[in-house]
């Protein structure tokens, strides 16, 4: 799983995440600064849940890893969410 992360203020994200092999796996990221980036990424994994908190400014999640399904809808080039300030929910993934 590659989910790559970017946005302003104090946003957060904690994915877990269960792999092929039957474990489960957890990455968090959060920002503390006005601009940053981030990278979750966890090996081999058949499902995961993530739930993010926008802080007070948008966030953009972009999956990179073509093996799991969009949670975002249906986008033929790049599977890319945007958050709005004070956002916060999950959304999963599952492999294709």
Known sequence: MNVDLD????????????TARGRTARARQQARGSRD?????????????????AGDASLRVQVTDEGLSCPFGSH????VGVFEANAS??????AR
């Open 7 to 18: 946005g302003n203020g104090r946003w957060s994200i904690d994915c877990r995440a269960e």
């Open 37 to 53: 980036f981030g990278k979750v990424f966890l090996d081999d994994v058949v499902t995961a849940r993530c739930e993010y908190d």
């Open 76 to 79: 033929e080039e790049e599977c």
């Open 89 to 94: 929910g999950s959304f999963e993934l599952t």
